[in-house]
Protein backbone atom coordinates (compact mmCIF):
# COMPACT_ATOMS: atom_id res chain seq x y z
CA UNK A 1 0.00 0.00 0.00
CA UNK A 2 2.55 2.30 0.45
CA UNK A 3 3.39 2.34 -3.09
CA UNK A 4 0.65 3.03 -4.00
CA UNK A 5 -0.13 6.13 -2.16
CA UNK A 6 3.27 7.36 -3.08
CA UNK A 7 2.05 6.97 -6.26
CA UNK A 8 -0.98 9.22 -5.69
CA UNK A 9 1.17 12.15 -4.49
CA UNK A 10 2.96 11.74 -7.54
CA UNK A 11 -0.09 11.97 -9.63
CA UNK A 12 -1.04 15.32 -8.46
CA UNK A 13 2.61 16.65 -8.79
CA UNK A 14 2.40 15.46 -12.64
CA UNK A 15 -0.93 16.22 -13.32
CA UNK A 16 -2.01 19.29 -11.28
CA UNK A 17 -6.18 18.94 -10.93
CA UNK A 18 -7.71 21.70 -11.21
CA UNK A 19 -9.86 22.21 -7.87
CA UNK A 20 -12.59 24.03 -7.31
CA UNK A 21 -13.21 25.28 -3.86
CA UNK A 22 -15.98 27.41 -2.09
CA UNK A 23 -14.69 27.26 1.28
CA UNK A 24 -14.62 29.63 4.54
CA UNK A 25 -12.90 33.08 4.67
CA UNK A 26 -10.73 31.61 7.46
CA UNK A 27 -8.73 29.32 5.21
CA UNK A 28 -8.99 30.38 1.82
CA UNK A 29 -5.43 31.59 1.43
CA UNK A 30 -3.94 28.58 3.60
CA UNK A 31 -5.85 26.43 1.76
CA UNK A 32 -4.92 27.32 -1.73
CA UNK A 33 -1.04 27.55 -1.18
CA UNK A 34 -1.35 24.11 0.41
CA UNK A 35 -3.07 22.49 -3.02
CA UNK A 36 -0.44 24.75 -5.21
CA UNK A 37 2.81 22.65 -2.73
CA UNK A 38 1.05 19.77 -3.17
CA UNK A 39 1.18 19.95 -7.09
CA UNK A 40 -2.80 21.11 -7.42
CA UNK A 41 -4.33 24.00 -9.10
CA UNK A 42 -6.62 26.01 -6.54
CA UNK A 43 -9.47 27.96 -8.11
CA UNK A 44 -11.70 29.67 -5.09
CA UNK A 45 -15.05 30.88 -7.08
CA UNK A 46 -18.53 31.00 -5.22
CA UNK A 47 -20.42 33.51 -7.52
CA UNK A 48 -23.86 31.98 -8.85
CA UNK A 49 -23.54 33.55 -12.35
CA UNK A 50 -19.98 31.02 -13.07
CA UNK A 51 -20.54 28.39 -10.86
CA UNK A 52 -21.79 25.42 -13.19
CA UNK A 53 -19.63 26.73 -15.24
CA UNK A 54 -16.66 26.18 -12.92
CA UNK A 55 -17.36 23.24 -11.61
CA UNK A 56 -17.68 21.69 -15.44
CA UNK A 57 -13.98 22.78 -16.23
CA UNK A 58 -12.08 21.60 -12.88
CA UNK A 59 -11.42 18.05 -12.18
CA UNK A 60 -13.40 18.30 -8.72
CA UNK A 61 -15.32 20.55 -6.24
CA UNK A 62 -14.88 21.16 -3.01
CA UNK A 63 -17.36 22.75 -0.48
CA UNK A 64 -16.65 23.58 2.60
CA UNK A 65 -19.49 25.02 5.05
CA UNK A 66 -17.31 26.99 7.49
CA UNK A 67 -18.78 30.42 6.43
CA UNK A 68 -22.33 30.21 5.66
CA UNK A 69 -25.07 33.02 4.58
CA UNK A 70 -27.64 32.28 2.37
CA UNK A 71 -26.16 33.15 -0.63
CA UNK A 72 -22.99 30.96 -0.10
CA UNK A 73 -25.23 28.03 1.08
CA UNK A 74 -27.15 28.82 -2.70
CA UNK A 75 -23.72 28.53 -4.46
CA UNK A 76 -22.81 25.04 -2.50
CA UNK A 77 -26.11 23.66 -3.41
CA UNK A 78 -25.96 25.08 -7.01
CA UNK A 79 -22.28 23.37 -7.41
CA UNK A 80 -23.43 20.06 -5.73
CA UNK A 81 -26.34 19.73 -8.18
CA UNK A 82 -23.77 20.18 -11.28
CA UNK A 83 -21.26 17.86 -10.02
CA UNK A 84 -24.06 15.19 -9.84
CA UNK A 85 -25.45 15.94 -13.60
CA UNK A 86 -22.04 15.76 -14.27
CA UNK A 87 -20.85 12.74 -12.93
CA UNK A 88 -17.59 14.66 -11.64
CA UNK A 89 -16.72 13.94 -7.81
CA UNK A 90 -17.28 16.20 -5.23
CA UNK A 91 -16.08 16.50 -1.03
CA UNK A 92 -18.05 17.41 1.64
CA UNK A 93 -16.01 18.87 4.89
CA UNK A 94 -19.49 19.44 7.33
CA UNK A 95 -17.42 22.21 9.19
CA UNK A 96 -19.01 22.42 12.82
CA UNK A 97 -22.37 20.36 12.29
CA UNK A 98 -24.72 19.74 14.91
CA UNK A 99 -23.39 23.41 16.07
CA UNK A 100 -26.80 25.19 14.90
CA UNK A 101 -29.64 24.42 13.09
CA UNK A 102 -28.29 26.61 9.98
CA UNK A 103 -25.67 23.92 9.49
CA UNK A 104 -27.65 20.57 10.17
CA UNK A 105 -30.10 21.70 7.80
CA UNK A 106 -27.75 22.89 5.30
CA UNK A 107 -25.62 19.11 5.24
CA UNK A 108 -28.54 17.40 4.95
CA UNK A 109 -29.45 18.94 1.42
CA UNK A 110 -26.34 18.70 0.37
CA UNK A 111 -25.61 14.98 1.14
CA UNK A 112 -28.97 14.60 -1.14
CA UNK A 113 -26.20 15.29 -4.28
CA UNK A 114 -24.32 12.11 -3.16
CA UNK A 115 -20.30 13.67 -2.16
CA UNK A 116 -17.76 11.68 -3.35
CA UNK A 117 -16.07 11.85 -0.23
CA UNK A 118 -17.03 13.54 3.33
CA UNK A 119 -14.05 15.07 5.68
CA UNK A 120 -15.36 15.72 8.99
CA UNK A 121 -13.91 15.34 12.70
CA UNK A 122 -15.66 12.80 14.56
CA UNK A 123 -18.33 15.15 15.91
CA UNK A 124 -18.86 16.70 12.47
CA UNK A 125 -19.72 12.89 11.51
CA UNK A 126 -21.63 11.78 14.37
CA UNK A 127 -23.65 14.76 13.98
CA UNK A 128 -24.22 13.88 10.08
CA UNK A 129 -25.35 10.03 11.29
CA UNK A 130 -27.62 11.69 14.11
CA UNK A 131 -25.60 9.63 16.49
CA UNK A 132 -25.43 11.95 19.32
CA UNK A 133 -22.46 13.44 19.20
CA UNK A 134 -21.97 16.41 21.12
CA UNK A 135 -20.33 19.84 19.05
CA UNK A 136 -17.70 22.96 20.25
CA UNK A 137 -18.08 24.46 16.99
CA UNK A 138 -15.36 23.11 14.72
CA UNK A 139 -13.54 21.18 17.32
CA UNK A 140 -14.39 17.53 18.22
CA UNK A 141 -15.34 15.96 21.67
CA UNK A 142 -14.91 13.02 20.54
CA UNK A 143 -12.16 10.88 19.64
CA UNK A 144 -11.68 9.73 15.49
CA UNK A 145 -12.60 5.96 16.36
CA UNK A 146 -15.15 6.85 18.57
CA UNK A 147 -17.18 7.80 15.05
CA UNK A 148 -16.33 5.12 13.13
CA UNK A 149 -20.11 3.09 13.60
CA UNK A 150 -21.79 6.78 12.50
CA UNK A 151 -19.49 6.51 9.28
CA UNK A 152 -20.46 3.67 8.31
CA UNK A 153 -23.56 4.16 8.84
CA UNK A 154 -23.13 7.26 6.95
CA UNK A 155 -21.21 5.49 3.93
CA UNK A 156 -24.09 2.58 3.79
CA UNK A 157 -26.49 5.37 3.60
CA UNK A 158 -24.96 7.83 0.94
CA UNK A 159 -22.52 5.26 -1.00
CA UNK A 160 -19.48 7.91 0.07
CA UNK A 161 -16.04 7.13 1.37
CA UNK A 162 -16.33 9.01 4.91
CA UNK A 163 -13.29 10.23 6.61
CA UNK A 164 -12.64 10.92 10.44
CA UNK A 165 -9.50 13.10 10.83
CA UNK A 166 -8.39 13.32 14.32
CA UNK A 167 -5.60 11.86 16.10
CA UNK A 168 -5.89 8.22 14.08
CA UNK A 169 -7.48 9.31 10.94
CA UNK A 170 -10.08 6.34 10.15
CA UNK A 171 -10.87 6.39 5.99
CA UNK A 172 -13.82 3.85 5.69
CA UNK A 173 -16.01 2.46 2.65
CA UNK A 174 -17.90 -0.46 2.78
CA UNK A 175 -16.33 -3.41 4.65
CA UNK A 176 -12.38 -1.66 4.01
CA UNK A 177 -10.94 0.45 6.55
CA UNK A 178 -7.51 2.45 6.71
CA UNK A 179 -6.09 3.96 9.43
CA UNK A 180 -3.84 6.79 9.55
CA UNK A 181 -1.19 7.42 12.87
CA UNK A 182 0.60 10.07 11.43
CA UNK A 183 0.36 13.67 12.70
CA UNK A 184 1.20 15.91 15.47
CA UNK A 185 -0.77 17.53 18.42
CA UNK A 186 0.78 20.93 17.18
CA UNK A 187 -1.25 20.77 13.99
CA UNK A 188 -4.34 21.65 16.10
CA UNK A 189 -2.24 24.94 16.97
CA UNK A 190 -2.63 26.00 13.16
CA UNK A 191 -5.95 26.77 12.33
CA UNK A 192 -7.44 25.14 9.20
CA UNK A 193 -5.56 22.39 8.87
CA UNK A 194 -8.71 19.84 8.65
CA UNK A 195 -10.13 22.37 5.73
CA UNK A 196 -7.19 21.98 4.01
CA UNK A 197 -6.98 18.21 4.25
CA UNK A 198 -10.23 18.39 2.70
CA UNK A 199 -8.65 20.45 -0.04
CA UNK A 200 -6.20 17.83 -0.47
CA UNK A 201 -8.63 14.93 -0.66
CA UNK A 202 -10.42 17.16 -3.51
CA UNK A 203 -7.04 17.25 -5.40
CA UNK A 204 -5.91 13.00 -4.84
CA UNK A 205 -9.41 12.55 -5.76
CA UNK A 206 -9.56 14.45 -9.19
CA UNK A 207 -6.91 12.18 -10.06
CA UNK A 208 -8.44 8.85 -9.60
CA UNK A 209 -12.02 9.22 -9.10
CA UNK A 210 -12.47 5.57 -9.55
CA UNK A 211 -10.73 4.65 -6.25
CA UNK A 212 -11.66 7.55 -3.99
CA UNK A 213 -11.11 5.60 -0.66
CA UNK A 214 -7.50 4.87 -1.56
CA UNK A 215 -7.11 8.50 -2.56
CA UNK A 216 -8.57 9.72 0.23
CA UNK A 217 -6.17 7.51 2.44
CA UNK A 218 -3.29 8.89 0.16
CA UNK A 219 -3.94 12.77 1.28
CA UNK A 220 -4.00 11.85 4.76
CA UNK A 221 -1.25 10.42 4.66
CA UNK A 222 0.61 13.19 3.05
CA UNK A 223 -0.35 15.52 5.19
CA UNK A 224 0.02 13.62 8.53
CA UNK A 225 3.40 12.84 7.36
CA UNK A 226 4.40 16.30 6.12
CA UNK A 227 3.17 17.48 9.30
CA UNK A 228 4.81 15.17 11.62
CA UNK A 229 8.45 15.89 9.68
CA UNK A 230 7.28 19.94 9.74
CA UNK A 231 6.84 19.97 13.49
CA UNK A 232 10.41 18.45 14.25
CA UNK A 233 11.67 21.20 12.66
CA UNK A 234 9.49 24.20 13.99
CA UNK A 235 9.45 26.12 17.02
CA UNK A 236 5.94 26.71 17.33
CA UNK A 237 2.42 26.84 15.22
CA UNK A 238 3.70 29.81 13.16
CA UNK A 239 7.03 28.44 11.92
CA UNK A 240 5.13 24.71 11.48
CA UNK A 241 2.70 26.66 9.27
CA UNK A 242 5.47 27.81 6.85
CA UNK A 243 7.58 24.11 7.37
CA UNK A 244 4.79 22.27 6.38
CA UNK A 245 4.18 24.25 3.30
CA UNK A 246 7.31 23.59 2.22
CA UNK A 247 7.20 19.58 3.28
CA UNK A 248 4.26 19.36 1.24
CA UNK A 249 6.37 20.93 -1.53
CA UNK A 250 9.48 18.92 -1.70
CA UNK A 251 8.67 15.93 0.52
CA UNK A 252 10.36 12.51 -0.84
CA UNK A 253 9.41 9.21 -1.26
CA UNK A 254 12.23 7.74 1.16
CA UNK A 255 10.95 10.45 3.80
CA UNK A 256 7.28 9.26 3.00
CA UNK A 257 7.89 5.49 3.61
CA UNK A 258 10.36 6.66 6.64
CA UNK A 259 7.45 7.95 8.70
CA UNK A 260 4.43 6.63 7.49
CA UNK A 261 2.21 4.55 9.87
CA UNK A 262 -0.83 3.23 7.77
CA UNK A 263 -2.93 -0.06 8.70
CA UNK A 264 -5.97 -1.69 6.52
CA UNK A 265 -8.98 -4.04 7.65
CA UNK A 266 -10.41 -5.93 4.87
CA UNK A 267 -12.45 -8.01 6.86
CA UNK A 268 -8.91 -9.50 8.88
CA UNK A 269 -6.52 -6.85 10.26
CA UNK A 270 -2.83 -6.60 7.91
CA UNK A 271 -0.25 -3.96 9.38
CA UNK A 272 1.83 -2.21 6.51
Known amino acids: MRESLWKSVLSVRQNSP ?14 A ?25 CGVTVINIGTLDEYWIESMYKAAAKAQELGKPWILDPVGAGASNLRNTTV ?27 TKGVDSLHQSTEAIDAAKWLNENTGTVVCISGATDVVIFGNQKILIDNGHVMMTKVTGLGCTATSLIGAFVAGQPENAFEATAAAMALLGVAGEIATA ?36 TVSI
Do not use: C, W
Open 18 to 31: LVHNITNYVVMNNT
Open 33 to 57: NALLAVGASPIMAHAHPEIEEMVSI
Open 108 to 134: AQLLKYKPTVIRGNASEIMALANAGGK
Open 233 to 268: QSNGPGSLQMNLLDKLYNITEEEFNKHIKVSQENGK
